[in-house]
């Protein structure tokens, strides 16, 4: 019975490959140039797409699902928990800790990358000799690995042997080591936040400076020049020109920007874990401490996309801006 | 009469000259803590690899110069005490890899959206793109499952596996401006004296796009080192690891730090890193900004 089952399978199926075949061609696959040019060019874009979709758009799919499951590593079953990881999550202090530094963290950070990178930015613009040394001196900070120059800071944030505290104390700033007047930088709760946002901001104000260059020497010099000549003063100018032309840079730049230290975990992770008592606890160390070391894969999924609403408005954001530059 | 002579050519000049020297010395003034800035703990770290381990923990002198003779052990130490040979082997075949599998994907991508006139050729390049925006915060719990499904955990090769969702989606977006830049009218030439269109991509198109094809390569390699959260999750073996998760991790020994080890490994990576970046960092910027500004 079943040898005639499997006699008979490939008979039905071989007409139907003829007539998918004929239909193919019926519609004229592969004849005319506009289709073959299409069956060329998806075949272009099928690997790129089938990576992305398979590596990115499944685990994105995935990634809801584990949130809510009870899935942990090294237990192959995960059962459907419903909402429970939210609910134990929003329940649990150390995430309500965590979202406000996250909050804190991005928001200050960014305001001082803004400040920072405008300053640098307009007085990199201006014509001046050895100017491409400095330029490449002063992107540093942003093309170094990140795991490298945090350990840097580390080593520079020390609770004894930190060369700040030692320039500090040379300069009376500050007590001797051991007496309270010692900032021990990556040790108390405040400090230890603003420690990590410090080394975010040196991270990334190279960053901000080079995109607003790039958007003011898009600004042409004739409406500047022109506003002189109609008498504007250097702050009108500054006012009603200039910044009304780079805001949108600076906010693309900022949104990029912020999407990415919304996503770094290493400064973090390497300089405090989180600590002192959860004073620098961030959504990305709570999602990898509780997904990875504790093995809570469900939980630490939740966590993590408990940023997704954080992402989203910059992703839209950012989404439409790429969809004007087509027109 | 000749002193009028002299005199006059030379009286312009100079105010000009005062005025350029006041210009350079308060634009100076004002980067010089920007520099200080981004290059002091370079300097600083570089100090602290080259010193001997006393040196390094005396308060009561100048810190930023040496009181012993510097020294090459730190160097030594990562060398023969440590597994920093496999990480920089390691990260150089991640690297490797990651742009292998960017450029066989990337390029075809990249020319089919900016060259075909495929109908979505414009949502389906914005939807790649959107994809590099997609933090690895978000995807890095269930490519854990992923990546213990292909059996990869503790292996570099979950990192080959992985990078390539960051970079096809950067280079595809970047190579399809690139190839946009390209004369079709060669193309076309190409194609009247026989080439198919596979043939003019291959023969016309790809050599003269070779700045781009290297930009991409490029990214590839140093995103490859600048990763740091994938290669955290996915790797806990220590002769497996790339670099900088490698320095960060084995380098300190429960509360222990081998400040001047830990400084030299960070270096000897970050150093080339930061120089090939700093050359490719326009094209960078212009990728990913490029909407706002055009």
Same mark, same amino acid.
């Given at each position: 019975? *079943?040898?005639?089952? #499997?006699?008979?399978?490939?008979? +039905?199926?071989?007409?139907?490959?003829?007539?998918?075949?004929?239909?193919?061609?019926?519609?004229?696959?592969? !004849?005319?140039?506009?289709?073959? !040019?299409?069956?060329?060019?998806?075949?272009?874009?099928?690997?790129?797409?089938?990576?992305?979709?398979?590596?990115?758009?499944?685990?994105?799919?995935?990634?809801?699902?584990?949130?809510?499951?009870?899935?942990?590593?090294?237990?192959?079953?995960?059962?459907?928990?419903?909402?429970?990881?939210?609910?134990?999550?929003?329940?649990?202090?150390?995430?309500?800790?965590?979202?406000?530094?996250?909050?804190?963290?991005?928001?200050?950070?960014?305001?001082?990358?803004?400040?920072?990178?405008?300053?640098?930015?307009?007085?990199?613009?201006?014509?001046?000799?050895?100017?491409?040394?400095?330029?490449?001196?002063?992107?540093?900070?942003?093309?170094?690995? &990140?795991?490298?120059?945090?350990l840097?800071?580390k080593w520079?944030?020390d609770s004894q042997f *930190?060369?700040?505290?030692?320039?500090?104390?040379?300069?009376? =700033?500050?007590?001797?080591?051991?007496?309270?007047?010692?900032?021990?930088?990556l040790g108390?709760?405040?400090?230890?936040?603003?420690?990590?946002?410090?080394?975010?901001?040196? !991270?990334?104000?190279?960053?901000?400076?080079?995109?607003?260059?790039?958007?003011?020497?898009?600004?042409?010099? /004739?409406?500047?020049?022109?506003?002189?000549?109609?008498? #504007?003063?250097?702050?009108?100018?500054?006012?009603?020109? &200039?910044?009304?032309?780079?805001?949108?840079?600076?906010?693309?730049?900022?949104?990029?920007?912020?999407?990415?230290?919304?996503?770094? =975990?290493?400064?973090?992770y390497l300089l405090t874990n989180?600590g002192p008592?959860?004073?620098?606890?961030?959504?990305?160390?709570?999602?990898?401490?509780?997904?990875?070391k504790?093995?809570?894969?469900?939980?630490?999924?939740?966590?993590?996309?408990?940023?997704?609403?954080?992402?989203?408005?910059?992703?839209?954001?950012?989404?439409?801006?790429?969809?004007?530059?087509?027109? | 009469?000749?002193?009028?002579?002299?005199?006059?050519?030379?009286?312009?000049?100079?105010? /000009?000259?005062?005025?350029?020297?006041?210009?350079?010395?308060?634009?100076?003034?004002?980067?010089?803590?920007?520099?200080?800035?981004?290059?002091? +703990?370079?300097?600083?770290?570089?100090?602290?690899?080259?010193?001997?381990e006393?040196?390094?923990?005396?308060?009561?002198?100048?810190?930023?110069?040496?009181?012993?003779?510097?020294?090459?052990?730190?160097?030594?130490f =990562?060398?023969?005490r440590t597994?920093?040979?496999?990480?920089?082997?390691?990260?150089?075949?991640?690297?490797?890899?990651?742009?292998?599998?960017?450029?066989?994907?990337?390029?075809?991508?990249?020319?089919? $959206?900016?060259?075909?006139?495929?109908?979505?050729? /414009?949502?389906?390049?914005?939807?790649?793109?959107?994809?590099?925006?997609?933090?690895?915060?978000?995807?890095?719990?269930?490519?854990?499952?992923?990546?213990?499904?292909?059996? =990869?955990?503790?292996?570099?090769?979950?990192?080959?596996?992985?990078?390539?969702?960051?970079? &096809?989606?950067?280079?595809?977006?970047?190579?399809?401006?690139?190839?946009?830049?390209?004369?079709?009218?060669?193309?076309?030439?190409?194609?009247?004296?026989?080439?198919?269109?596979?043939?003019?991509?291959?023969?016309?198109? %790809?050599?003269?796009?070779?700045?781009? $094809?290297?930009?991409?390569?490029?990214?590839?390699?140093? %995103?490859?080192?600048?990763?740091?959260?994938?290669?955290?999750?996915?790797?806990s073996?220590s002769?497996?690891?790339?670099?900088?998760?490698g320095v960060a991790t084995e380098l300190i020994r429960g509360d222990v730090y081998f400040w001047g080890s830990l400084?030299?490994?960070? $270096?000897?990576?970050?150093? +080339?890193?930061?120089?090939?970046?700093?050359?490719?960092?326009?094209?960078?910027?212009?990728?990913?900004?490029?909407?706002?500004?055009?």
């Amino acid at each position: 019975m *079943s040898q005639i089952a #499997a006699g008979g399978g490939p008979s +039905p199926g071989a007409p139907a490959t003829v007539a998918v075949g004929g239909r193919v061609r019926d519609i004229s696959w592969g !004849r005319t140039a506009t289709a073959r !040019r299409y069956l060329f060019g998806y075949t272009l874009l099928a690997p790129a797409v089938l990576y992305v979709a398979l590596l990115v758009g499944i685990p994105f799919v995935f990634s809801l699902y584990l949130a809510v499951s009870d899935a942990s590593v090294g237990v192959p079953v995960a059962r459907f928990v419903g909402l429970e990881n939210f609910k134990a999550a929003l329940e649990n202090s150390a995430f309500w800790t965590a979202v406000r530094n996250t909050v804190v963290f991005t928001l200050g950070a960014g305001i001082m990358k803004g400040l920072l990178g405008t300053a640098l930015a307009f007085l990199l613009i201006q014509p001046f000799k050895g100017r491409r040394v400095v330029r490449a001196l002063v992107v540093i900070p942003f093309t170094l690995p &990140i795991a490298v120059s945090v350990l840097g800071w580390k080593w520079m944030f020390d609770s004894q042997f *930190s060369v700040i505290n030692w320039a500090l104390s040379r300069l009376n =700033l500050i007590g001797a080591y051991g007496s309270p007047e010692w900032p021990v930088w990556l040790g108390q709760p405040a400090l230890a936040l603003f420690s990590v946002m410090f080394v975010n901001v040196w !991270r990334g104000f190279p960053f901000s400076a080079i995109v607003l260059m790039a958007g003011m020497t898009s600004i042409p010099p /004739e409406i500047i020049d022109a506003g002189k000549v109609d008498g #504007a003063t250097f702050l009108q100018r500054f006012r009603k020109i &200039i910044v009304p032309m780079i805001a949108p840079i600076l906010f693309i730049g900022s949104a990029f920007d912020t999407v990415f230290t919304l996503s770094d =975990l290493s400064i973090v992770y390497l300089l405090t874990n989180g600590g002192p008592d959860g004073a620098t606890e961030i959504l990305p160390t709570l999602a990898y401490n509780t997904g990875i070391k504790a093995g809570a894969l469900g939980r630490g999924a939740a966590i993590s996309l408990s940023l997704f609403p954080l992402l989203l408005p910059l992703m839209i954001l950012l989404l439409r801006t790429l969809r004007r530059r087509q027109y | 009469m000749a002193t009028v002579a002299v005199a006059t050519p030379y009286r312009a000049p100079r105010t /000009e000259r005062a005025k350029s020297i006041r210009r350079h010395v308060l634009i100076y003034l004002g980067l010089l803590p920007f520099l200080g800035l981004a290059v002091f +703990p370079i300097f600083w770290m570089l100090v602290t690899a080259l010193k001997q381990e006393p040196d390094l923990y005396r308060m009561d002198v100048v810190p930023f110069w040496f009181h012993l003779p510097p020294t090459w052990k730190n160097f030594d130490f =990562l060398f023969h005490r440590t597994s920093y040979g496999d990480w920089i082997v390691n990260t150089m075949a991640i690297a490797f890899w990651v742009s292998a599998i960017t450029l066989l994907t990337a390029v075809p991508a990249g020319y089919a $959206l900016a060259r075909l006139r495929l109908p979505f050729a /414009e949502n389906l390049g914005i939807g790649i793109f959107m994809t590099y925006l997609v933090p690895g915060i978000i995807l890095f719990l269930p490519l854990a499952r992923v990546v213990s499904t292909l059996e =990869l955990q503790d292996s570099w090769w979950s990192l080959v596996a992985v990078y390539p969702t960051i970079t &096809i989606p950067f280079c595809t977006w970047l190579l399809m401006g690139f190839f946009k830049t390209v004369p079709f009218e060669i193309e076309e030439a190409a194609m009247v004296d026989g080439c198919g269109q596979l043939g003019a991509l291959l023969r016309v198109v %790809l050599p003269v796009s070779w700045p781009g $094809l290297i930009t991409a390569v490029i990214f590839s390699f140093t %995103l490859s080192m600048q990763d740091f959260l994938y290669a955290l999750a996915f790797v806990s073996v220590s002769d497996q690891k790339p670099v900088p998760l490698g320095v960060a991790t084995e380098l300190i020994r429960g509360d222990v730090y081998f400040w001047g080890s830990l400084m030299a490994g960070a $270096l000897l990576v970050g150093v +080339p890193v930061a120089i090939v970046y700093n050359l490719f960092l326009d094209k960078f910027i212009s990728g990913i900004t490029g909407a706002a500004i055009k």
